[in-house]
Structures are given as structure tokens and as C-alpha cells.
């Protein structure tokens, strides 16, 4: 059999695993595998899946896919670039303008837009202020919407006739949701709605006129980048392309923190894939090891012994890993099904991304697992036909290993993209392994002295684990890792989603409050202590814009599309304050105090905006404030919490710095529902405060967490299947030798009660240290986790001290029925075989 072609050894491979099918090994290998691929698919489409539609309802606050907006209005070449690829398009132009009446003036935001708007979500309106909305195409030639509260203003009802410039307009209907409204809710003011084809017969529109255009696009992912990657070049300085992500800061941070819990949950089912792979490939080598021997004595060379079971590994490798896609694809549709009704119903498809990953991730953990002993298969000596103590020479496992871990270290990073999360899991399970492990050999050896006080079914059960501590601590780790996992996926489900939702509480502010003049800020203030419980603190404002830092203009500081160079584009709300704001926290520097030697006042900067700026404590600031030019010096930098409703600012001052400008005032307040007419009549008491509602945002904010909540229930579901994965195969590990135990016990006259009681003892025993060492490892992992991956506050977690217990009922309860063959084998018939 020497030189055997590769078609030869390829033919003998599959008939040896068409032969093979009926061995239990390879049942379990197979449905390891089908698992592990079956969890990494589903998990991946779900969560791709699911982000995609998450994402696509946070589109509705663009209004479109993709929008590229602007001072000026779109050059040709930039509209033609988009038809080119196919995309659909709407034109928006928004502006200020006073709409007067006999009762009196009210400045508004109007918006004119084509019949193609929006492109995302939908309009609403109602027939009558405060009259149930329906969802509908916007207003006619001619016509307009307005909201509530300017009919309220103005005394205006549906059929009036208002003016915007030399255009009068009817009003038909009362304009109630605008999707993109909530996309940049500072700059709001009550607003009107009219078609884009009476926009120049208004005249408002003229050269030097403060306006806003907006290019509106739609289409796939594929045909958005390519028109980013044509247009993004030729953009102006006052031009921006967004998206549902960069163009809203809360949506934008619900999404990333979902995608992390997501991922979280698909990198504990990926780890516990790998260890099922493992225990079941080591069961595979080693009862080939006399077949191997048996081939090497009929001419077959190491190399070609090598390859017959690798390609054996292969071919099983590849069936089910195509098997297993094909079950999480289907299974990803079960679980769209279940979430009908909470999603919209053009969940966008997956791709073929995940599936790929998910057989990746079967075949590289099936190949970094399995080789140690598979490469054990190439060595064993031809000798071991005779003598069955004939081992092979054990190859480098730390080297194998190690490259198998790399190999799995790098599928989860190309899983989550996010290495902090990937090195937080990675790093915590491997140290808690370590550390446990051995403190569990140690375990193991002290209790040698308590077998001799002990009863016969703890003597044979502990027996067991002590003959093999070295095989009973990975038992135990492999254990540990399925309830590891477990609560991890639990605290994940119970703690971190909590904590987020604690952060977004029901009375979260839903409104703001702009433009309170310095003369009503105290009655306003009253006035609002009055409608809401806890309003928010009022905050002065004035425009500024930083022109430079240390002597130089920033223009040249910084680089292009990046936060730093949006904020020097535009004016900045400035603000002074003697305390740090409520939802800040100090991240350099210290806040200021009377021993503040500097000639210079100080100023506390955002901490991201600094890090896009490259400002460092010390730096000088310049800016240009109501035509004069102000200096500070950046004495501390503060991490914003951004989604928490309340007024924040890039830029603080220290108190005394602005305070001789004209400014106004800034809140935030939660007002409970059906309390429109408070709102109304607050805003009739203050006629130049504008009142903005951000009810919508807060409602997109909490159904994403709801998903969010659901998504990781189903998702523990394969993380249970992966564990029980684990779980079967660690028990068919060892089955061949229980099976030998209980035959020679019973021979011996031992009866079927006492092994079961040692069964129990054993497993039970296993179940507790796996349990103690999974709750040990999910706090040093959920600390990593909330520190660097989603920077929260620890807490230790009494109730994982209920693992042992759980441990020892599960594995307990799973070890006797896993290893009953071993009970009811005939004792006759396994010493013959022996």
C-alpha cells in the first residue's frame, strides 16, 4: 500500500465513515458539530438580521436610508450620481419663518418636501388638534399641515388660511409625526409642513437665507456605499452625509450597545461549540487507535495513516457543518416568526455572511480541536497490535492548542469586531481556568484522606475522580464552561439590560424647553416645578464657535468627517456652570475652585470632542462669541451620558467667563401624558420659549430595548443547545471505560444500587465544583465586562452562589442517565470483548 493515490485513500476514508456511522463517537461528533454550526448560523442571521431591522427603524429618523444635506442646494452631478445607481430620492428644504395672524406672530420651522417624502417610516396627521393621528402622503399644492400647539399659539383651526412669505396656504390637517423629526430636535421650533412646489412662490428662499437643504436616498446597502464612496470626495464644507447611526447620537448608541449584548451571547455559544468539538474529537482518536496500528502494519505509511483520518474528519467536518447552516437558517425564520409582531415586516435578509461564519467556525474549531489527536493517530506504533498498553507519543498540545485558541480567538473578534469584548471573554475564561483548575487539582488530592471515613458509594465515586484528576478537572472545567455560560447569558438577560433600561426610566425628560429669556427664567422655572416632577436644571446658552487652539485655526487641526470637524462648522451651545451637571463625570483635570491660578478663565471639553480635537489639559481655546473673541483654557475633560435626556454641552465654562453676553435658557422636563393643554397653556404664558417633544425618540429607545430583551432570550436557547453539547460528549469521553468499571464491578458481585449511588456521588460531586467554578468565573468576567466592554458600575452577585447547588442537581441528574449503558451492559460480554 505504499505510495497510495489521494483518490485511493479519499474512497477508503468515506467507506470507513459510512462504516463507522453506527459508532457512538461519531454520533456525537457529528451532532457536536451540528450544533455548534446550527447555534453560530442561527445567532448570526438573528443578530444580523435583527440589527439590520432595528437599524432600518432607526432610519425612520433621517427619513431615508442615507441623507446628504447642506447650506446650499445639491450640485447636479451629486443628485445624477444617486439616480445612476438606482437609489429612490426625495427632496426636503427646511427654514424659518414668522407665520402672523390677526391673534399675533409665531416664528416656526417649515419644511417643504415632494410627494417622494418621506422614504423611511411615515407621516401622521390628524383632522383635528388632539384628535386620533392616521398615517398618510403629506400635503397637497396649496395646502399645509401645522402642529397642535400653533393652532393653539394663533387661535388657527383646520381651513384657515395662513401666510408663509407671499404664499397664503390652507391648512387641512394637523401635522402630528414627522419621522425625521426627532433626528436633530435642538434645532426644532413648531413646525409646518407644505409641498416643495409652492416653495418659490413664497419668496422666503433667497440668496444669503438661512436654509437647510436635504437629498433624501433609499436603496441597498451595496448601491448607499457605492454612492458614499462617489460623492464622499466632492462633498462641500457645508455639506454632511449621515446616517441612521452619526445622525442621531441616542439612536446611535442604542444600536452599538444591542449589537454588543447580541454578540456577547453568539461568542459564549461559539466557545462552547469549541469545547464540545473537543471532548468529542479526542473520543474519535482514541478509539481508533488499534485501527491505526492495524493499518501500519498492512503498509500504510504514518503520513498516509495521517491523512486517511484527517480526511475522515473532513468529510464528517463538512457534512455537518453544511448541515448545521442549513438548521440555523431555518431556525433564524422560526424565531423572525415568534417576533412577527414586534418587528417591521421587511426584516432585511441576512446575507450569506453568517452561514459562512457559522461553518468557519465548525470547521476551524473541529480542526484546531481535533489535531493533537489526530496527529496522536499518525504515531501509533505498529507494535500496539500486540500489546494493547502500546501508546503513541503525545505530540506539543500547548503548541497545538495554543494555535486552535488563536485560531477561535480570532473568529469571535471577526464575530463581535470589538476587541475589548473578545479579550474580556477570551482573557477572563482563560485566567479563570488557570487559576480554578488548579485550585481544583489541589482540591481533588485533599481529598484522598477523607475517602477512608467515607460510606462504599462515595469511596467508588470519589475513587473515580482521584484514579484520573488530571481528566476530572477538565470534566469539571468543560462542566463549569456550560454553566459559565449559562449565567453569564442570565446576567446579561437579568443586570446589564436592567442597568441600561435604569439609565432610560419612565419619567425620562420627553421634553425641552429653548429660548427662556434671562427676565421669565424664575417664573418659568416655578411654572415648571408645578407640571413636572423633576425638571432639569436651566442652563444658559450662547452661540459660539471655536475658531482656534493654542494660536492655530482649528480648520487645520483636525480631519475631515470627523467629530472635531463637524463641531467647528457650526456654532456651539455654550453654557457655564459652578457644578459638574448631574449625568457628567470628570474623565481628566478637575473641576474649578477658587485656587485656580490661571490668567486665564477655564473650560471643561467633552471628552470625546477633545480626543477628536487632540486638546490636552492646558491647551488654549479661542473662540468667537456675538463678534468678539474670547480665551480659555481647558482645565478638565467630562464623559457626557448623551442618551440621558438631560441638556449637555461640549464645551462648560467656568462661572463669570460669558456671563456679560446676552443668553437663554435651556431645560429639559417630563410631562405626563394627555397633558397637551399644560403644554399648550405654558406656552401661551411664555410665547418666545420654544417647547420641543421628544416622545417619539424615547418611544424608538425602548422598543429597540425590548427587542434587545428578546433577541438574548432566544438566543439563549442555542446557547442551552451548545451546553448540552458539551454536556453529552464530555460524558461519551469517558463512557468506554464506565462501561469497563461497571462490568468489572459487577462481576465482583456489586450490586446495581451501589454504582448508582457511586454515579451520583461522582457526578454530583463534579456538578458542585463545576457550579463553584462557574460562579467564580462569571464575576471575574462580569467585571471585566462592565469596565472595559460596557463601562458600568460592578457589583458582586449574591445569587451565584447558587451555581453549586444547580451544578450538582444538572450534572448530577444528566451523569447518571448519560452513562446508564454503562449500568446495563452485559458483564459477561464486556470482559470478553476486553
Not at 140 to 148: I, M, Y
Not at 641 to 651: G, I, L, T, V
Not at 759 to 777: D, N, Q, T, V, W
Amino acid at each position: 500500500m505504499n505510495g497510495l493515490p489521494l483518490s485511493r485513500l479519499c474512497l477508503l476514508a468515506a467507506r470507513q465513515l459510512i462504516r463507522d456511522t453506527r459508532a457512538g463517537e461519531m454520533r456525537v461528533l457529528f451532532f457536536a458539530l451540528l450544533v455548534a454550526v446550527a447555534a453560530s448560523t442561527a445567532i448570526g442571521y438573528f443578530s444580523a438580521r435583527l440589527n439590520g431591522a432595528m437599524l432600518m427603524r432607526a432610519t425612520e429618523f433621517l427619513g431615508a436610508d442615507l441623507l446628504l444635506s447642506g447650506s446650499s442646494l445639491a450640485r447636479p452631478e451629486q443628485i445624477e450620481a444617486g439616480q445612476r445607481l438606482g437609489l429612490d430620492h426625495a427632496q426636503v428644504v427646511e427654514f424659518s419663518s414668522v407665520i402672523a395672524t390677526d391673534e399675533g406672530i409665531q416664528l416656526s420651522s417649515v419644511k417643504a418636501a415632494d410627494d417622494a417624502y418621506p422614504l423611511r417610516g411615515q407621516l401622521k396627521s390628524a383632522p383635528e388638534p388632539y384628535q386620533p393621528e392616521e398615517p398618510g402622503e403629506g400635503p397637497r399644492p396649496g395646502e399645509a399641515w401645522a402642529e397642535a400647539r400653533l393652532f393653539a399659539a394663533l387661535n388657527l383651526k383646520v381651513g384657515d388660511t395662513i401666510e408663509i412669505g407671499e404664499k397664503p396656504l390652507r391648512l387641512s390637517r394637523v401635522l402630528t409625526y414627522e419621522p425625521d423629526r426627532a433626528g436633530d430636535f435642538y434645532s426644532l421650533t413648531p413646525r409646518v409642513l407644505m409641498h416643495l412646489d409652492d416653495l418659490a412662490a413664497t419668496g422666503v428662499v433667497q440668496p444669503g437665507s438661512r436654509v437647510r437643504y436635504k437629498e433624501l436616498w433609499r436603496g441597498t446597502p451595496e448601491a448607499l456605499a457605492a454612492y458614499r464612496e462617489a460623492v464622499k470626495p466632492g462633498l462641500a464644507a457645508n455639506q454632511r452625509l449621515e446616517d441612521a447611526r452619526d445622525g442621531n447620537r441616542q439612536i446611535g448608541g442604542a444600536l452599538g450597545r444591542a449589537e454588543r449584548y447580541l454578540n456577547l451571547a453568539s461568542l459564549a455559544a461559539v466557545l462552547l461549540a469549541g469545547v464540545a468539538v473537543a471532548l468529542s474529537a479526542s473520543r474519535f482518536a482514541s478509539r481508533r487507535f488499534d485501527a491505526s496500528a492495524l493499518l501500519r502494519c498492512l503498509g500504510l505509511s504514518r503520513r498516509e495513516a495521517l491523512g486517511l483520518y484527517g480526511l475522515q474528519l473532513a468529510l464528517i467536518g463538512l457534512i455537518a457543518s453544511a448541515c448545521g447552516a442549513l438548521l440555523g437558517w431555518l431556525a433564524q425564520y422560526g424565531l423572525f416568526y415568534l417576533l412577527r409582531d414586534l418587528l417591521p415586516a421587511d426584516v432585511p435578509a441576512g446575507g450569506l455572511l453568517p452561514a459562512v461564519v457559522g461553518i468557519a467556525t465548525g470547521l476551524v474549531a473541529l480542526g484546531g480541536f481535533a489535531l493533537p489527536p489526530l496527529a496522536a493517530l499518525g504515531r501509533v506504533p505498529p507494535l500496539r497490535v500486540l500489546r494493547r498498553d502500546v501508546l503513541p507519543v503525545p505530540p506539543s498540545t500547548w503548541l497545538v492548542y495554543g494555535t486552535a485558541l488563536l485560531a477561535l480567538g480570532l473568529i469571535m473578534w471577526r464575530l463581535s469586531l470589538d476587541l475589548p469584548l473578545t479579550f474580556a471573554l477570551l482573557g477572563g475564561g482563560l485566567v479563570a481556568t488557570l487559576i480554578l483548575g488548579g485550585g481544583l487539582l489541589f482540591g481533588l488530592q485533599s481529598l484522598r484522606r477523607l475517602l477512608k471515613r467515607a460510606a462504599l458509594p462515595w469511596r467508588l465515586g470519589l475513587g473515580q475522580l482521584l484514579r484520573h484528576p488530571l481528566a476530572a478537572a477538565g470534566q469539571s472545567l468543560a462542566f463549569g464552561l456550560i454553566l459559565l455560560a449559562m449565567s453569564l447569558i442570565v446576567l446579561l438577560r437579568s443586570e446589564l439590560l436592567d442597568t441600561w433600561q435604569d439609565q432610560l426610566p419612565e419619567n425620562a425628560p420627553n421634553h425641552f424647553a429653548l429660548n427662556v429669556l434671562p427676565a421669565d427664567k424664575d417664573a418659568f422655572a416655578a411654572r415648571l416645578s408645578e407640571m413636572s416632577p423633576h425638571p432639569a436644571p436651566l442652563y444658559p446658552v450662547v452661540p459660539g464657535r471655536l475658531i482656534a487652539i493654542n494660536g492655530e485655526p482649528v480648520k487645520d487641526l483636525v480631519s475631515k468627517d470627523s467629530r472635531g470637524e463637524r463641531a467647528i462648522r457650526r456654532d456651539l451651545s455654550l453654557t457655564w456652570a459652578a457644578e459638574l451637571p448631574g449625568d457628567n463625570r470628570l474623565s481628566a483635570g478637575s473641576w474649578w475652585n477658587t485656587a485656580h491660578a490661571s490668567e486665564l478663565p477655564g473650560v471643561s471639553v467633552e471628552s470625546e470632542l477633545a480626543e477628536s480635537l487632540k486638546l490636552e489639559l492646558g491647551d488654549r481655546l479661542s473662540f468667537s462669541v456675538g463678534g468678539l473673541t474670547r480665551d480659555a483654557q481647558v482645565t478638565s475633560l467630562r464623559d457626557v451620558e448623551w442618551d440621558s435626556f438631560q441638556p449637555n454641552f461640549y464645551m462648560v465654562f467656568e462661572p463669570g467667563t460669558l456671563q456679560d453676553l446676552p443668553a437663554t435658557y435651556l431645560t429639559s422636563f417630563y410631562l405626563p401624558p394627555r397633558h397637551e393643554r399644560e403644554l399648550v397653556e405654558l406656552a401661551r404664558a411664555f410665547p418666545a420659549v420654544t417647547l420641543l417633544q421628544v416622545d417619539a425618540l424615547l418611544a424608538q429607545l425602548r422598543s429597540i430595548l425590548t427587542q434587545v430583551t428578546l433577541a438574548i432570550e432566544y438566543v439563549l436557547l442555542f446557547v442551552l443547545a451548545a451546553g448540552l453539547a458539551v454536556l453529552f460528549a464530555g460524558l461519551q469521553a469517558t463512557l468506554d471505560e464506565r462501561i469497563r468499571q461497571g462490568a468489572l464491578l459487577r462481576a465482583l458481585g456489586a450490586e446495581r444500587a451501589l454504582l448508582v449511588k457511586a454515579r451520583r456521588a461522582e457526578f454530583a460531586l463534579l456538578g458542585a465544583a463545576s457550579g463553584l467554578l462557574a460562579a467564580l468565573g462569571c464575576e471575574l468576567i462580569s467585571a471585566l465586562l462592565y469596565r472595559y466592554a460596557f463601562d458600568l458600575n460592578w457589583q458582586p452577585h449574591p445569587w451565584l452562589l447558587l451555581l453549586p447547588l444547580v451544578g450538582a442537581l444538572l450534572i448530577g441528574g444528566a451523569g447518571v442517565l448519560g452513562t446508564r449503558r454503562a449500568l446495563n451492559a452485559s458483564p459477561l460480554t464486556v470482559l470478553r470483548e476486553g
